[in-house]
């Protein structure tokens, strides 16, 4: 009998697995189809390979600006080549996983599982026995089964669109969030024409707004086209293209697309597993989960995308690390206030805590600091100057978030979580000396200008 078995091999579940076994506990994970889930196989890693690709071709296209003269054609991606080595880089990492499981003792059975009852699954004809249960069985892409034309030829969700081998000429993405956003800048740096309808305002509209203001201008810089209030009604085949119609307040208005991207969310996976049978809450299909993860049957816990916003792998390992740390009676938590979370596009965008917009409700009356990458001399060296830091603190100076668009964004934002997370002060963030030159000195810099005293300003 094992003490915990785990459903699914993604972040949230292979981390949780070993960490019960370093707990001391019996454990056995089931997957049913590649270790890894969709972090590493259709999500962070494949979309960061490409990611790499389309910076690269990006600065090929600048060699001028940094007096490079090639003599050969202008570069052209190899778009069969870049997914092999998009496979090639998943495949490493996968194997990275399947040895860690091994070398930690957590069993991996193979197949679908299927939730008999409280401690016991089936997978296939084996009955397998555990104290508790620990669903991650993460999440997929939205088909809108409500939208016409959403299941044509041609109409792909991201996992189907990182399996293709060629580039298509006009790229349509329906929904400017984080998966939109991410595919617009990779495909419009590929070489793709790139246009995104969004029914919001704004693309990246959860963003702090000054931030996603900032972006919206410069991804129409880069060529990304993007129409904002657009509800798409309907996709239809025409000679060798779609076409898509969508209303904004104008009307209809009808855009061709060679491919069109659908981003427009994702939903748990939960089909198969018999939770309504077992009666498992569920809240617009995510399970419910207490404190300690456990769902509204005893000895069912779960943890991860299936549970709910925010869907990101980092959340989805610490929700793991954590359950498994409470089963073993530990007072271990997560400040969900505090969550770091990062977009690659171009720039990279980064963000943890609150925003100015989310300050106001609260009562607080925030005090704001900015520096803009443009007045950092390794941003300047870099010919990476666009975008800003803005830190977010409350009268007395503590911070309480901070919203990055810029070079190494994803990096940078490590610093600035961990002073929201220790609830750190101004002052005593200045202690920390920032070396020359560093991008990460616009921190400083920002944090200094919250009391007014920043010197390259
Ligand atoms: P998953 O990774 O979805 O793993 C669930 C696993 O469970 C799968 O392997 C599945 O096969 C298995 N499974 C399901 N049902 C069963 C069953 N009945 N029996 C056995 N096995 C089962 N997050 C970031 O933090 N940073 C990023 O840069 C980022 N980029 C992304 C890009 C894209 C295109 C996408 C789609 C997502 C991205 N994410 C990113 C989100 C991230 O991938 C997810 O938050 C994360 O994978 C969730 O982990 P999980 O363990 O909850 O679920």
Same mark, same amino acid.
């Given at each position: 009998?094992?003490?915990?078995?785990?459903?699914?091999?993604?972040?949230?579940?292979?981390?949780?697995?070993?960490?019960?076994?370093?707990?001391?506990?019996?454990?056995?994970?089931?997957?049913?189809?590649?270790?890894?889930?969709?972090?590493?196989?259709?999500?962070?890693?494949?979309?960061?390979?490409?990611?790499?690709?389309?910076?690269?071709?990006?600065?090929?296209?600048?060699?001028?600006?940094?007096?490079?003269?090639?003599?050969?054609?202008?570069?052209?991606? $190899?778009?069969?080549?870049?997914?092999?080595?998009?496979?090639?880089?998943?495949?490493?990492?996968?194997?990275?996983?399947? $040895?860690?499981?091994?070398?930690?003792? +957590?069993?991996?059975?193979?197949?679908?599982?299927?939730?008999?009852? &409280?401690?016991?699954?089936?997978?296939?004809?084996?009955?397998?026995?555990?104290?508790?249960?620990?669903?991650?069985?993460?999440?997929?892409?939205?088909?809108?089964?409500?939208?016409?034309?959403?299941?044509?030829?041609?109409?792909?969700?991201?996992?189907?669109?990182?399996?293709?081998?060629?580039?298509?000429?006009?790229? !349509?993405?329906?929904?400017?969030?984080?998966?939109?956003?991410?595919?617009?800048?990779?495909?419009?740096?590929?070489?793709?024409?790139?246009?995104?309808?969004?029914?919001?305002?704004?693309?990246?509209?959860? !963003?702090?707004?000054?931030?996603?203001?900032?972006?919206?201008?410069?991804?129409?810089?880069?060529?990304?086209?993007?129409?904002?209030?657009?509800?798409?009604? #309907?996709?239809?085949?025409? $000679?060798?293209?779609?076409?898509?119609?969508?209303?904004?307040?104008?009307?209809?208005?009808?855009?061709?697309? $060679?491919?069109?991207?659908?981003?427009?969310?994702?939903?748990?996976?939960?089909?198969?597993?018999?939770?309504?049978?077992?009666?498992?809450?569920?809240?617009?299909?995510?399970?419910? +989960?207490?404190?300690?993860?456990?769902?509204?049957?005893?000895?069912?816990?779960?943890?991860?995308? +299936?549970?709910?916003? &925010?869907?990101?792998?980092?959340?989805?390992?610490?929700?793991?690390?954590?359950?498994?740390?409470?089963?073993?009676?530990?007072?271990?938590?997560?400040?969900?206030?505090?969550? &770091?979370?990062?977009?690659?596009?171009?720039?990279?965008?980064?963000?943890?805590?609150?925003?100015?917009?989310?300050?106001?409700?609260?009562?607080?009356?925030?005090?704001?600091?900015?520096?803009?990458?443009?007045?950092?001399?390794?941003?300047?060296?870099?010919?990476?100057?666009?975008?800003?830091?803005?830190?977010?603190?409350?009268?007395?100076?503590?911070?309480?978030?901070?919203?990055?668009?810029?070079?190494?964004?994803?990096?940078?934002? !490590?610093?600035? #979580?961990?002073?929201?997370?220790?609830?750190?002060?101004?002052?005593?963030?200045?202690?920390?000396?920032?070396?020359? &030159?560093?991008?990460?000195?616009?921190?400083?810099?920002?944090? !200094?200008?919250?009391?007014?005293?920043?010197?390259?300003?």
């Amino acid at each position: 009998m094992n003490d915990l078995l785990v459903i699914g091999g993604g972040p949230g579940g292979y981390v949780a697995a070993i960490r019960a076994r370093q707990l001391g506990m019996k454990v056995a994970l089931v997957e049913k189809d590649k270790l890894g889930g969709t972090c590493l196989n259709r999500g962070c890693i494949p979309t960061k390979t490409y990611y790499r690709h389309a910076e690269i071709m990006r600065s090929l296209q600048r060699l001028d600006e940094f007096c490079i003269q090639l003599d050969a054609e202008p570069a052209r991606l $190899d778009m069969a080549g870049t997914r092999a080595r998009k496979d090639a880089v998943v495949e490493q990492m996968a194997g990275g996983v399947a $040895d860690l499981l091994q070398a930690h003792g +957590v069993e991996v059975i193979r197949g679908e599982a299927v939730v008999e009852e &409280p401690g016991r699954v089936r997978v296939g004809e084996e009955s397998i026995r555990a104290e508790r249960l620990l669903i991650a069985t993460g999440s997929e892409s939205i088909r809108p089964a409500a939208l016409p034309g959403a299941a044509l030829p041609g109409v792909l969700t991201c996992e189907e669109l990182l399996e293709r081998s060629a580039i298509p000429g006009r790229l !349509l993405i329906i929904g400017g969030g984080v998966i939109g956003m991410e595919f617009a800048c990779i495909f419009q740096a590929f070489g793709s024409q790139v246009t995104v309808l969004e029914s919001l305002p704004r693309a990246l509209a959860f !963003l702090d707004q000054e931030i996603a203001r900032r972006m919206s201008v410069l991804f129409k810089r880069q060529g990304i086209e993007i129409k904002t209030g657009a509800k798409v009604e #309907s996709i239809n085949t025409q $000679d060798d293209h779609l076409l898509i119609t969508a209303s904004d307040k104008k009307g209809n208005v009808q855009y061709e697309a $060679d491919l069109v991207l659908l981003a427009v969310g994702r939903s748990p996976v939960t089909a198969g597993l018999n939770l309504e049978k077992l009666g498992v809450e569920t809240e617009q299909g995510f399970i419910k +989960v207490n404190q300690d993860y456990e769902s509204s049957v005893g000895g069912i816990y779960a943890i991860g995308d +299936v549970i709910g916003p &925010p869907m990101l792998a980092h959340v989805a390992s610490e929700e793991g690390r954590v359950a498994v740390e409470r089963m073993a009676g530990m007072d271990s938590r997560l400040n969900y206030e505090a969550i &770091p979370h990062c977009i690659f596009t171009f720039p990279e965008i980064a963000a943890v805590g609150l925003t100015q917009e989310e300050a106001a409700p609260r009562g607080i009356d925030c005090k704001i600091g900015k520096f803009q990458f443009a007045a950092n001399g390794k941003a300047v060296a870099m010919g990476e100057s666009e975008g800003l830091i803005k830190v977010i603190c409350s009268p007395d100076d503590t911070v309480l978030g901070v919203h990055i668009i810029g070079p190494h964004a994803s990096d940078l934002i !490590l610093e600035a #979580s961990l002073l929201v997370n220790l609830g750190m002060k101004v002052e005593e963030a200045l202690h920390m000396v920032h070396p020359h &030159p560093t991008l990460g000195e616009t921190l400083y810099e920002a944090l !200094l200008d919250v009391q007014g005293r920043a010197i390259h300003l």
